[in-house]
């Protein structure tokens, strides 16, 4: 059953609109993993960049400028992240064959530290790059259970990731 | 191979371009489930939010404000929904041991009516939390056999989704 | 270990800001599949959009009309690509039974040309329809080893998508 908040005319009601000059304010965030796989909070960081960026209505974009290292919303309960990196192992198990790491006939982006991954590639096509969240009235829409995580998937290393705020 | 619309200087052509000011207006929908996992199709309260809005050109945001509840674009076709529920059977079992399952040693997160959802979140880690959908010329610009749905991953109960309209 | 960005204040530093007059450019890319699973590079089409759109800050969402053809960010790496390939068909198999294959029972969306695609949707739910990815600059804020696929689940055909730019 769905209940829409309605006005009087029967319509779905805006709970808020702006329509002031708009403005997009980026910010980035270096990181430091030490383990993998490692889901690091990093809300804290997107409400910041959020309070600084002065925006009060619209949304903000988290994004991974990495191939495997995620962006996702989840629950920040410790023992949940450990059944959520035993789920990504039964997904894309780490010691499973991928050509990816066969060094012997691969060709292309080699790098002197290449190090086996393809597990971690495979995690991340199903985790996902981005999310996007919206603000109302200057309140980052996280419910309650929601915390922002980058999830490393590799082995550690440094990692940037980018929080564009769009609104007004 | 990669057909674009090209112009006569052989580049990329714009559909359609907004200059005008624009404006972000939002939208909630309740919504009560009654089974899990279940395929709720929101698609006309989108279609709704974009009307009331007043928005021709930008984007719409649809957002879960949960971890145990997903957003996702998909074909509504009943049997189908039953092969995506098997999916997601397949990729975190609801029987499977979890952690987060553990309350004897659980201590984050704890409520009065918790209920073991560990594989709720695990499902929900793959699916995701939002959908953005082009709108160009006052039309969402969802392909022929897509509809948005929520998806309740956990026992039933009453779920927030949010709908943010941005453009001109 | 986060290591933020900081100012004089120890806030976030804003890495660029853009007040001026918003503009939403829309364009479309066609594309003809020949093999599924078929990952193709779209990343050139993405940058000719931006370019021909104009907008040096802001975000550029790339969107699949289809509930069988996904977008995702990943490698280029062509090895790999096969090895994306095999988790997609160890997620869900394509010759696993899929209700939605029953053409004797189905009733909905029935086609003279329906195939057996099942397994096509399922993979879809697991990867996406779209990805978001924030422009700074005039920089497409891709990493330096992202790439923009459309991913053909489902047997080859035409398909369509749009990139729609957004920003200052």
Redesign the interface.
Known sequence: ?????VNQNG?????????S????????????T?NAPEF?D?TD?VL??I???GVT???V?V?????TAAI?????????L???AR?LE???PRDAD???N?FT??T??MNEDECPN?HS??S???????????I?DGEL??????SVFMIELDHPRDR?V???V???
Chains 1, 2, 3 share one sequence.
């Open positions: 059953m769905i209940r829409q908040q319509l779905l009601t805006p709970m808020r609109t702006a329509d000059p708009m403005r997009i304010c980026n910010f980035q965030i270096s990181l430091e030490t690091i990093i960081q910041d960049s309070a600084e960026s209505m619209g949304n974009l994004y991974s400028k990495h191939t996702k919303i989840n629950e920040m309960e410790p023992l949940l450990e059944d959520m789920t039964h997904i894309a991928y050509r990816h066969d006939v691969r292309v982006n393809g590639h495979c991340h096509l199903m985790l996902g790059t981005s999310e996007t969240i919206p109302i829409q996280l419910g309650q259970y929601q940037e980018l929080i564009s769009i609104g007004a």
